[in-house]
Structures are given as structure tokens and as C-alpha cells.
């Protein structure tokens, strides 16, 4: 009888242990390469020149496109209010794919995760079959809800109920620090793959009604880390070195409080 229930339990097993180990290889550490502004296109003109020019991404429409001329002006004069300067909200998503520092990508036939070293955030993506929630049903979050599922080792997720809370007047969802915003309505689809022994790749396609004329396209690469490269707890809340003064200007201070370059 014994012998029998455990013949039991190990064909009951076998599926999700098979399921298992056709997940691909992600582990280590890994650091997203080039800078945290969101896309490069937004900052060069029409085809990759350095030169002024007519700016390629995002497309957005006139209404977004004055929001973003304004946040230029406030970065201009550092008085941007990013969040991620002044240690407010989370990065949320997809500006958790856009930040500095160390990630970790952890898969299971379940779930998978994206752990930050920067915030710390997680992005959680389900991948067992569940679709998103009604829309009576959502609750905004600044990583929003995010479903998946696995083509060949490519983990394909649709990312919505990204939380918009009217910041500084429209656009919460902040995807760097040049002001770049969505809103409350964008749909971005994720490719995430391990393109060699060395590189993941995430390309995102963000869709956004409201903001938006057409789909933007944006691709980031991240750089596996030397074995044994740790990652830390990072909570600049503890100790924010970047308070925002009377005048709305991020300041960035010394290890003894006094103001940088003072």
C-alpha cells in the first residue's frame, strides 16, 4: 500500500517537474546596460542624430506632448518632481525595467519575478494560466497587473492597471527623469528573453489611447555579473540624500547633510 502511494505521489509530481526544467536559465546577476533615460530616441532628432531635429519617440499627442514640454522645463530647472529623486513611489512599471544598479531575474512554471536592487521593486508575473482581472474588478498599482505565458524560452507579458494618480497634474506613470509620462489607460506588451550567456533583453511595446498616436517600441539589454556579485539592500527612505527644498528643487546632499559641491 505504501509502495503504491508513493507511486502515486511521483506521477502526480511528474508534470511540474517536467514543466520545470524546460523553464529557461536565468539566474545570476544581472545590470541593465547604457543610461536611465527611458528611450534615446526621445533625446536625439530623426534617425539616431545628435544634431537638433525632429524627435522620432514617443509619439505622443498634443495634449502628452505639451505634459512632456513642460516636465523638460521643470527637469531644466531641477525642480522635476521623480519620485525616484526624492525617495516618493516606486518606479512601477515599466520604469522597473529602467534602473540603475542590480536585478534578478527568478523563474518558476507559476510565477515569474524581477527583483531591483534599486528601490527595491518586484514586478510579479503570473504565468499560470490566469487572465487579468475584470475591469470592475482592478485595483491600480504602479507595477500594475501582469499576465504571461512562455513561447519557446521567450516569457511574452501583457502589463495594465498601471495606478495614475494625477502627477504633478497628469501622468503618474513617470518612466524617467526627463519627465517622460503615460496614463492610466496604457497596455505594454513584454518579449523577455536571454538572447546569450551574457545579455537578457526586454522589448516592450507600449500602447496608450490616451497619450499616444501610434505604439512605441521600447528595447532594453541587460549585462550578466561576475559569479559571486551581490546584490544590496537598497532604501534611500532610511537616508534620502535628496530632499526637494522649499522651492520644488531636488537637492543633493553631502554624507554630512550639507549641500553637494558646498
Not at 70 to 82: A, F, S
Not at 144 to 151: F, L, M, P, Q
Not at 166 to 187: F, K, M, Q, Y
Not at 232 to 250: H, L, Q
Request: aromatic content about 8%; hydrophobic content about 35%.
Amino acid at each position: 500500500m505504501r509502495l503504491l502511494r508513493i507511486a502515486v505521489v511521483a506521477l502526480l509530481a511528474a508534470p511540474a517537474a517536467a514543466g520545470a526544467q524546460t523553464l529557461p536559465d536565468w539566474t545570476g546577476v544581472w545590470q541593465m546596460v547604457g543610461g536611465t533615460v527611458f528611450d534615446r530616441a526621445t533625446m536625439v532628432g530623426r534617425g539616431g542624430a545628435l544634431s537638433a531635429g525632429v524627435r522620432e519617440r514617443p509619439p505622443y499627442n498634443a495634449q502628452w506632448e505639451a505634459i512632456y514640454q513642460r516636465n523638460l522645463k521643470l527637469r531644466d530647472n531641477e525642480q522635476l518632481p521623480d519620485p525616484i529623486n526624492t525617495c516618493g513611489t516606486p518606479a512601477g512599471f515599466p520604469r522597473v525595467m529602467n534602473v540603475p544598479d542590480m536585478y534578478e531575474f527568478v523563474v518558476r512554471p507559476e510565477q515569474t519575478w524581477i527583483l531591483t536592487e534599486n528601490g527595491p521593486n518586484i514586478l510579479r508575473i503570473y504565468t499560470d494560466g490566469r487572465a487579468h482581472p475584470a475591469p470592475e474588478d482592478r485595483w491600480p498599482t504602479y507595477t500594475g497587473d501582469s499576465v504571461g505565458k512562455w513561447e519557446g524560452d521567450t516569457l511574452v507579458f501583457t502589463t495594465l492597471s498601471i495606478k495614475n494618480s494625477n502627477w504633478p497634474t497628469e501622468g503618474d506613470t513617470v518612466l524617467d527623469r526627463t519627465g517622460l509620462v503615460l496614463s492610466d489607460a496604457a497596455h505594454i506588451t513584454t518579449r523577455l528573453r536571454r538572447v546569450d550567456a551574457k545579455t537578457m533583453e526586454a522589448r516592450m511595446v507600449i500602447e496608450d489611447p490616451k497619450a499616444l498616436t501610434a505604439p512605441w517600441t521600447v528595447t532594453k539589454t541587460y549585462a550578466r555579473q561576475p559569479d559571486g556579485t551581490r546584490v544590496y539592500d537598497y532604501g534611500c527612505a532610511e537616508n534620502n540624500r535628496n530632499p526637494v527644498d522649499a522651492s520644488g528643487k531636488t537637492l543633493l546632499l553631502g554624507p554630512g547633510g550639507e549641500k553637494f559641491g558646498q
